[in-house]
């Protein structure tokens, strides 16, 4: 009877965070619609969707790592890098095909975070300090490479055809970028749930040690997390490229920042543990439509960071205020067994 | 049996030793004069050492199937190095590791626990996020197909497991807040679903009622029976006397003796385990007690404890004993204002103390050195003079800025009153022994000048010699008028070095016992809840 009660709090528990984030979203899209109603038409959502879905990308990576206690800043810089390399590519020749520029960015992703996750993991420096570093290192590729072949910027004249299609096209529509975004959502909420490798870097986050001593290989699966998600964000860069058409070399700064924060508000804690991907990418779609909804609700441009700031914050202060009523509740419950 | 010499690993070593076991215990075995023993573990004159400090001196174990061996020894005898090496946490750095006649050296934790290895530590490694039945299971969780957890019957067989150990847990709770009783039973249904042979419990009573620890024996009997080979670590004596067939000795990492259990009465046991006669251990203490310098009453932080009551006099020192987890710690940190309080009032020397203000505690003549040295009563990067004069920075400073000379000075002074051995005062304190850095926490609090003295666990994991230095240290702090407050697990200690006894269980006071009528049994019925 207690095992049924503590089973639905907890599930209420977890519901209770995806559902706030849907309820602030409905709250937003509700107050931009009454303001001007084409907010909810068939293109408004469509835009919606389609400016969540980079984001939402690299807030999925991004989660895999902060659950394991770590965290990735240069994802904006990765992004840049790996755009600009969709540019070159095309620069070279044309007529690329697709999927090469696909696979020759997410291999160049993949590659970044394996460069993070090994001095992570193997030479045991901290996340945040490493990913810092590589911040300005990758970006600073960015302009070298950028300077050196001088190109400034690439546009969409001097692209494929087929790449633009690709980025601006849907299917019965939903854009093609939503659509990758929703199926590398679901392997990763699956995998996470549901393999061994998934549960396992929810242990490394909730008690590193305690991992260790489980024999979970935690710097193999720290390495595996930093691979993945820098994949996920080369991938981001090659949809970028192919979404906006143009290119130069500061394509994606700050965008770690945003990242973060959709991870943080979707409800991912930061010291690892728990937190879900989805929650992530409904944390990335409510700052987004927060984002398009300001200029409409009258709020100046410059508000929008301000706007997204007090989002972090009140997630945060909302996890701390659950947290300590958790632990008080825990305590009572302990000193009523003792009675 | 007994293979005599011990020999470092090199290159064919091992070979021989595998040909040698096998005729043995082939002989043996047809000859039929002794039952077969078969061991399934052996340890044969292992060495470890950490920095400058020397684990293990050459220390044998043998583990038989069927049977659950003790291992005894002080705290800082090294037990823990033994288990963490059987464990594969740490690899010998001279000896071997036999595991069922062949040498072994693990690869680490996961290696260990691939041969059938499971370790059951002390203060349980859970991941507070998950449930329990992935607590159970990580790391081995069922499949079904497509190498995807089986989720039902990695919660069924947790909720079975958890039934044959008589304790229904809910397998979907997460970890966070559960007892450490509970979460004890849940690390050995760890050991159960990993199938383990070998398993190692590491002080596992020590936070357990008596009843949960008779469920405990009853399962670790169970065990062995089923064909485990069982380390045992507790330092409740009667409980090895109660559980174990045999005991192994440990003294300052070197291996003592191994007796069957039968032969050691608990005197000869401690004799062994201490080097000499307990009595030389503890100093003589006189000296009338004066006012009261310390007094708590009613303080009660909800959950954690209730209705403390109790008052240290100059001069004295009272012992506050109690199970792990009884909440003695947590009354010293709310105390000393480390965490808040509900209710109650802490006089100081007459005063009202501010709730929640360590800094008001110390100006009003509090110390407290905490239970952790390691996480709270040190820097380990620094040097042994700067974490000297750490709290008292305005004492070695002028208009603000500290001067190294002083600093020097007063370190210097402190170390010297003390007897810290060390080699010079810039040194890292992680350089220096247990024994020797507990010395510089000690020295660091009462370069404050306090008139209350909390020790929390002072002597835990320092080596014998420098216990009793220790011990020596309080006794004569007491003599010089300050009022020591003394939180220890070790009965000996407690009963050794008290004036007065407080004893608590599940936070609260139990009993309050004179020197006279502090007894151990009477400790330990009071500590688990018994009548007193």
Not at chain 2, 229 to 237: C, E, K, T, Y
Not at chain 2, 247 to 274: C, F, K, N, Q, Y
Not at chain 2, 330 to 340: S, T
Not at chain 2, 477 to 503: F, P
Request: glycine share 12%.
């Amino acid at each position: 009877m207690t095992a049924t009660a503590s089973r639905e709090a907890r599930k209420a528990a977890f519901a209770g965070r995806e559902l706030g984030i849907v309820i602030a979203l409905a709250a937003v899209v509700v107050a931009a619609a009454v303001v001007r109603p084409s907010f909810v038409s068939g293109q408004g959502l469509h835009d919606l969707f389609l400016n969540a879905s980079i984001i939402g990308l690299l807030a999925i990576g991004q989660t895999l790592l902060v659950i394991t206690r770590n965290i990735d800043l240069s994802v904006g810089s990765v992004m840049g890098l790996t755009a600009f390399l969709s540019g070159q590519i095309f620069l070279q020749n044309q007529g690329t095909p697709v999927i090469v520029v696909l696979l020759a960015g997410i291999g160049m992703g993949a590659l970044c975070g394996a460069v993070n996750g090994a001095l992570v993991a193997v030479a045991k420096v901290p996340a945040l300090v490493v990913t810092l570093g590589t911040l300005y290192v990758f970006r600073g590729i960015d302009y070298a490479w950028a300077s050196a072949t001088d190109v400034q910027q690439v546009n969409a004249y001097q692209m494929s055809p087929d790449f633009l299609s690709f980025g601006s096209g849907a299917v019965l529509g939903v854009p093609n970028l939503t659509l990758i975004t929703l199926a590398v959502l679901a392997v990763a909420a699956y995998g996470l749930h549901n393999y061994r490798s998934g549960r396992e870097l929810y242990a490394i986050g909730s008690n590193p040690d305690a991992a260790r001593l489980a024999g979970i290989p935690t710097g193999r699966r720290v390495l595996s997390a930093f691979v993945i998600s820098g994949a996920l964000t080369g991938l981001g860069g090659v949809l970028h490229a192919a979404y906006f058409g143009t290119i130069n070399a500061s394509v994606g700064t700050g965008e770690e920042l945003s990242v973060v924060a959709a991870v943080v508000v979707g409800g991912v804690a930061i010291f690892g543990g728990s937190g879900t991907v989805v929650g992530a990418a409904l944390g990335a779609l409510l700052l987004t439509t927060v984002t398009s909804a300001l200029p409409i609700l009258g709020v100046p441009a410059f508000w929008q960071r301000a706007v997204d700031g007090a989002a972090l914050l009140v997630a945060i202060s909302l996890d701390r205020a659950v947290m300590v009523r958790l632990a008080a509740r825990l305590r009572a419950e302990r000193a009523v067994r003792r009675e | 049996m007994k293979r005599l010499k011990p020999t470092v690993l090199t290159g064919d070593k091992p070979r021989h030793y595998r040909f040698e076991n096998a005729c043995e215990t082939f002989h043996t075995a047809t000859d039929g004069r002794e039952e077969p023993v078969t061991a399934l573990l052996e340890l044969h004159d292992v060495h470890k050492s950490f920095d400058a400090v020397r684990a293990l001196r050459g220390v044998s174990l043998e583990l038989n199937a069927g049977e659950v061996h003790a291992l005894a020894g002080e705290n800082g005898a090294g037990k823990s190095t033994v288990v963490r090496i059987i464990g594969g946490e740490h690899q010998p750095d001279a000896g071997e590791l036999v595991l069922d006649g062949v040498p072994r050296r693990f690869t680490g934790p996961r290696d260990a626990q691939q041969h059938g290895i499971a370790v059951i530590h002390q203060e349980p490694a859970q991941f507070p996020d998950l449930t329990v039945a992935e607590n159970v299971f990580m790391g081995r969780q069922p499949l079904r197909s497509g190498r995807r957890i089986d989720r039902a019957a990695m919660r069924r067989r947790t909720a079975e497991l958890l039934d044959s150990l008589g304790v229904p847990i809910d397998p979907d709770r997460v970890t966070r807040g559960l007892s450490i009783a509970d979460q004890q039973i849940i690390e050995i249904a760890k050991a159960l679903a990993a199938q383990a042979r070998i398993i190692v419990m590491d002080e596992p009573t020590a936070a357990l009622s008596t009843v949960e620890a008779q469920r405990l024996f009853g399962v670790a009997r169970r065990l062995a029976e089923g064909g485990a080979a069982l380390l045992f670590i507790s330092h409740r004596l009667e409980e090895l006397a109660e559980l174990c067939e045999r005991v192994t000795v440990l003294r300052d990492g070197a291996l003592v003796t191994t007796a069957p259990m039968a032969e050691l009465d608990r005197d000869a046991l401690v004799r062994s385990m201490v080097g000499r006669a307990v009595e030389v251990l503890y100093p003589d203490r006189a000296g009338e007690p004066g006012e009261a310098a310390l007094v708590v009453e009613g303080l009660t932080r909800t959950g954690v404890f209730h209705d403390v009551s109790f008052e240290v006099r100059r001069g004295e020192v009272v012992g506050l004993a109690g199970l792990v987890g009884s909440g003695r710690s947590e009354v010293a940190r709310a105390i000393f204002g480390v965490d808040g309080r509900d209710r109650g009032v802490v006089l100081v020397g007459g005063r009202p103390l501010r709730a929640g203000d360590p800094r008001a505690a110390i100006a009003a003549g509090l110390a407290m050195v905490p239970e952790d040295r390691r996480e709270q009563g040190l820097i380990l990067d620094l040097s042994i003079e700067r974490n000297a004069t750490l709290p008292r920075l305005g004492a070695v400073s002028r208009w603000g800025l500290m001067s190294r000379a002083r600093e020097r000075a007063v370190a210097g002074e402190w170390t010297k009153r003390l007897g810290v051995r060390l080699r010079g005062l810039a040194d890292p304190v992680a350089t220096l022994s247990g024994g020797n850095q507990q010395k510089v926490v000690l020295g660091k609090w009462l370069a404050t000048k306090p008139d209350v003295l909390i020790v929390d666990e002072p002597t835990r994991g320092i080596d014998v010699g420098a216990k009793v230095e220790v011990h020596a240290l309080l006794a004569d702090l007491a003599a010089q008028g300050i009022a020591v407050l003394m939180i220890s697990s070790e009965l000996s200690e407690v009963l050794g070095m008290a004036d007065r006894v407080l004893v608590m269980h599940e936070g609260r006071i139990a009993a309050e016992l004179s020197r006279g009528e502090a007894t151990e049994e009477a400790v330990m019925q009071a500590a688990t809840g018994g009548a007193a």
